[in-house]
């Protein structure tokens, strides 16, 4: 790992640094709340959102030949950790990086064309639909796809589809031979917003984010929307999904970070016994011990997303390094958060519940911490 | 000179110097920890790479050169130690003097202390030890009691110090003492005492590993120049203090260093059952080495990502002491799975019946358990953390 990792160059920090005055000033906290009790059916806020892709955040990893910046994943990571801070919900991951991502990788010239310029412009945002089972498992896909002359016919099902509410893009990976469980058979198709044969109820998710259950039933999709090879696609999916989880666990280390923040400002004003709280050794130990786990995990992140732009070979090592740490980190942080500050911790009316929700599902999203750490573990040779 | 030739150069130039420099018998061999083991590799060449690391100054490559040092920036003494690990070299200039006293004397030191001390430890032929802890002051150290006297052309040392690494082998002790009992911290002065004044009695303390790296060092009536007075009168705990970061940096970047030469994962290979998949059998253990190696790592990248914030101008964003204790964790439950994978492998203590690995191992792991406590204990460490990084209150 190079020292470029750990130090973000002056792009890098002027990104930073307008992420982190937008969610200052533009999404506090109180959006997300705004935004459970509205219930839009987008699940985020679009206004935000626009102002995102103001930003140009969206085209970030899209290459300069295709209108972007290209400017990679340790720059959108940055980002990803400031919008974390404050729980911000948008599409920003399952569109301007998994589904950007799948289509700068696996997606011909009229896909990239088709498809890139609207992600790019915020005209349409996408969304992944992969999950099936109970637990995270990319070669499980069971959702089959059958050739019918000249269009591919899918029947099945995906639950959890995040951001799928008013998506213009579906990226759906598919099984196109084999059984649930084989590395080949997977193959990865794009799914616009029209294509007949789909339904989705919408799921309300603990975090307040907007989740969906989509039913393929005899959708059908021309040749032209096959992303990639056909029966190959679980290397691409893979490589995506890296891509994806780097971003997300930086997204958690700022959440992580804001919460243990956030309670260490209360051990300083909470004054009980006639003294504040923070000055009992119990609980400064307690603050010690959190804050070298999660600089742990954060050292993981940086070093994921470089990786990522370095092309390194061991980008899954470092990836599932990143997840496992960002997810036990942000889980225990959370857990802190709620006990630390005792009954307010409890309350609807507090920030601790948002952040201990939004921990269980980040951490189930892409691979938790045991998929990551036996990921890990494997790629070790144990 | 190295230190002015531009960067790609001076990796360039690195890489040809140890490749004329470094004696090929050597690649390979662990690297001394502490300038008190005996030499590694075939006869007379790791004698031959001291020499020549020290007439290049690459032992305290950041030292400048009128003290021994290379003269060199961070960035490029980086690269120094990227060039030898590629080369499979190691630094043969360890111990306390270069790790914990130059630096020190660098920046509170007066001239003639620099020019009589450093070249010395540059070069590897003077050892020192440190005279810090007391029965009486462990974790509580400013507590020490160990009285100075100023008798006008000298000072006077009484009293005992405890836990002096390698006192018995060491040429030379930067100590701290008691010259003022008004204020605890503000009483304190720090010498350099010469090991051989009369008066000084150094008593092995064999520990739990079978090992005596440890001393009791006891002070009677022993005289020290006035001119091995470091800072000021009184205002030792300065000088202290930053002595003792540098301790801590120096322990945590050392302990890794000597982890990575052991592959658990290697090792578990090696001992424990498979499953027909290739992964362990015991899924249990297998769990808590893949939460050591995920820990071992990610420590690994902490302390990089601290230098290179360093080298950046950054302020760390991981204190020293944060790392001291991620640092003798990890360490720690290296040596706890160790002797677990060995199983019945691990029981040895000495003799034919185990291999030079086992038998090593279960040492460590004996050994490891000072980790959390050397250097400011696992406690101590977190209360820094908490009052001086977290600005939590004091109690």
């Known amino acids: 790992m190079t020292d470029h990792a750990f130090v973000p160059n002056?792009?890098?920090?002027?990104?930073?640094?307008?992420?982190?005055?937008?969610?200052?000033d533009r999404a506090p906290i109180s959006a997300l709340r705004k935004l459970r009790t509205e219930n839009l059916e987008t699940g985020f806020d679009p206004a935000l959102f626009g102002e995102m892709v103001?930003?140009?955040?969206?085209?970030?990893?899209?290459?300069?030949?295709?209108?972007?910046?290209?400017?990679?994943?340790?720059?959108?990571?940055?980002?990803?950790?400031?919008?974390?801070?404050?729980?911000v919900a948008s599409p920003l991951i399952s569109s301007a990086v998994a589904a950007t991502d799948a289509l700068v990788l696996c997606g011909n010239p009229d896909q990239k064309s088709e498809w890139l310029p609207r992600l790019l412009s915020g005209e349409i945002h996408a969304a992944i639909a992969l999950e099936e089972a109970i637990a995270h498992n990319p070669s499980g896909v069971a959702l089959r796809a059958r050739l019918d002359g000249n269009s591919w016919v899918l029947d099945g099902r995906k639950q959890p589809v995040f951001d799928y509410g008013e998506a213009g893009l579906v990226i759906v990976a598919a099984r196109t031979s084999g059984e649930p469980g084989d590395r080949d058979g997977i193959t990865l198709f794009l799914c616009p917003r029209d294509a007949a044969g789909t339904s989705a109820t919408r799921l309300t998710q603990v975090d307040s984010r907007g989740a969906w259950a989509l039913v393929f039933d005899g959708c059908r999709l021309d040749a032209g929307c096959v992303l990639g090879e056909i029966d190959k696609g679980l290397p691409a999916l893979e490589t995506v999904l890296d891509r994806a989880r780097a971003v997300l666990a930086a997204e958690m280390i700022g959440s992580t970070t804001q919460a243990f923040e956030t309670t260490v400002e209360y051990l300083k004003t909470r004054v009980q016994f006639d003294q504040p709280i923070g000055a009992f050794q119990a609980l400064q130990h307690r603050a010690a011990e959190l804050l070298g786990e999660i600089e742990l995990a954060r050292s993981a992140v940086w070093a994921a997303l470089a990786a990522i732009d370095a092309g390194d070979a061991d980008v899954p090592r470092y990836t599932s390094l990143a997840k496992a740490l960002a997810g036990k980190a942000f889980r225990r942080t959370a857990q802190e958060m709620v006990q630390l500050h005792g009954g307010i911790g409890m309350t609807d009316e507090h920030d601790s519940g948002l952040y201990l929700k939004r921990a269980h599902v980040a951490d189930m999203t892409f691979g938790n911490v045991s998929f990551h750490r036996d990921r890990f573990a494997k790629l070790a040779g144990i | 000179m190295f230190a002015d030739l531009p960067i790609?150069?001076?990796?360039?130039?690195?890489?040809?110097?140890?490749?004329?420099?470094?004696?090929?018998?050597?690649?390979?061999?662990?690297?001394?920890?502490n300038g008190h083991e005996?030499?590694?590799?075939?006869?007379?060449?790791?004698?031959?790479?001291?020499?020549?690391?020290?007439?290049?100054?690459?032992?305290?490559?950041?030292?400048?050169?009128?003290?021994?040092?290379?003269?060199?920036?961070?960035?490029?003494?980086?690269?120094?130690?990227?060039?030898?690990?590629?080369?499979?070299?190691?630094?043969?200039?360890?111990?306390?003097?270069?790790?914990?006293?130059?630096?020190t004397l660098l920046e509170f030191g007066t001239e003639e202390q620099k020019r009589i001390h450093l070249p010395p430890i540059a070069r590897g032929e003077l050892m020192w030890c440190q005279g810090f802890s007391e029965p009486g002051a462990g974790s509580d150290l400013a507590a020490l009691r160990m009285r100075c006297e100023d008798m006008g052309d000298h000072f006077l040392l009484n009293g005992q110090k405890i836990w002096t690494s390698y006192a018995h082998h060491s040429d030379w002790c930067f100590a701290i003492a008691r010259t003022s009992t008004e204020q605890k911290q503000g009483g304190i002065t720090f010498l350099l005492v010469d090991m051989k004044s009369p008066g000084l009695d150094v008593r092995p303390i064999q520990l739990i590993n079978g090992i005596s790296h440890f001393c009791e060092t006891f002070f009677n009536d022993v005289k020290v120049p006035k001119e091995n007075l470091v800072g000021e009168v009184n205002r030792g705990w300065t000088v202290a203090k930053r002595l003792l970061q540098h301790e801590r940096t120096g322990l945590s970047s050392?302990?890794?260093?000597?982890?990575?030469?052991y592959d658990l994962a290697s090792i578990a290979r090696r001992y424990c059952e498979l499953s027909p998949d290739g992964t362990l059998?015991?899924?249990?253990?297998?769990?808590?080495?893949?939460?050591?190696?995920?820990?071992?790592?990610?420590y690994a990248l902490t302390l990089q990502r601290r230098s290179a914030e360093e080298e950046a101008g950054l302020n760390p964003t991981t204190p020293v002491s944060t790392l001291k204790n991620l640092g003798?964790?990890?360490?720690?439950?290296?040596?706890?799975?160790?002797?677990?994978?060995?199983?019945?492998?691990?029981?040895?203590?000495?003799?034919?019946?185990?291999?030079?690995?086992?038998?090593?191992?279960?040492?460590?792991?004996l050994h490891s358990k000072c980790y959390s406590i050397y250097g400011g204990t696992y406690e101590i460490q977190n209360n820094i953390t908490a009052q001086r990084e977290l600005g939590l209150p004091k109690s």
């Not at chain 2, 290049?56 to 961070?74: H, K, R, S």
Request: include cysteine; glycine fraction near 14%.
């Open chain 1, 10 to 24: 002056d792009e890098q920090s002027m990104l930073r640094d307008a992420a982190r005055g937008w969610v200052r």
């Open chain 1, 54 to 87: 103001e930003m140009g955040w969206t085209g970030i990893l899209v290459p300069e030949d295709d209108g972007g910046f290209g400017f990679g994943h340790a720059s959108i990571g940055l980002i990803a950790e400031e919008l974390g801070r404050n729980l």
């Open chain 2, 8 to 33: 790609d150069d001076f990796r360039q130039a690195i890489h040809d110097w140890l490749r004329e420099n470094f004696p090929p018998g050597l690649r390979g061999c662990r690297a001394p920890t």
């Open chain 2, 38 to 103: 005996p030499p590694v590799g075939p006869p007379g060449e790791f004698e031959l790479w001291k020499e020549r690391c020290a007439d290049a100054g690459f032992g305290t490559p950041t030292w400048p050169i009128e003290y021994g040092g290379a003269g060199l920036d961070q960035a490029r003494a980086d690269i120094l130690a990227e060039e030898m690990a590629q080369a499979g070299a190691f630094n043969p200039i360890v111990g306390l003097g270069a790790m914990m006293l130059g630096p």
């Open chain 2, 254 to 261: 050392l302990r890794s260093a000597n982890a990575k030469t």
């Open chain 2, 281 to 298: 059998a015991d899924t249990d253990l297998r769990q808590r080495l893949a939460d050591h190696l995920l820990s071992e790592q990610a």
């Open chain 2, 328 to 365: 003798s964790q990890v360490g720690l439950r290296l040596g706890e799975l160790a002797i677990e994978i060995l199983g019945n492998r691990s029981l040895g203590w000495e003799g034919d019946g185990y291999t030079d690995e086992e038998l090593e191992l279960t040492s460590l792991w």
